[in-house]
């Protein structure tokens, strides 16, 4: 069973900046894609970036401040956000696509780290 552990989430001031990890128990290139995704109360869960095929693409609401990278080494993913601002509090999640045989698709979630951007 793939795990997928969030890490990094913390309070910050606006404008500042954090890095959030996720640690995966399988190796990364075995997953057809890995994103980052958040979770505010009451809103749907937002998908912030996806890797997939060597690319990485970025929400609209994210682009030009957040960053994803891995190190599939490590079997780690990050996300580097910059310029925070209070709407950006909310869960941060990690997630990864496998693919089966056919159209089985396997979906891994982590547990989620906070983070809170107030003054």
């Known amino acids: 069973q793939v795990q997928l552990v969030e890490s990094g989430g913390g309070s910050v001031q606006p404008g500042g900046s954090l890095r959030l990890s996720c640690a995966s128990s399988?190796?990364?290139?075995?997953?057809?894609?890995m994103a980052w995704y958040r979770q505010i109360l009451g809103r749907p869960r937002e998908r912030l970036g996806l890797v997939t095929g060597g690319s990485t693409t970025y929400a609209d609401s994210v682009k030009g401040r957040f960053t994803i990278s891995r190190d599939s080494a490590k079997n780690m993913m990050y996300l580097d956000m910059n310029n925070l601002q209070p709407e950006d509090t909310a869960v941060y999640l990690c997630?990864?696509?496998?693919?089966?045989?056919?159209?089985?698709?396997?979906?891994?979630w982590g547990q989620g780290t906070q983070v809170t951007v107030s003054a």
């Open positions: 997630n990864a696509e496998r693919h089966g045989k056919g159209w089985d698709r396997t979906f891994y």
């Open positions: 399988a190796g990364i290139f075995s997953f057809a894609s």
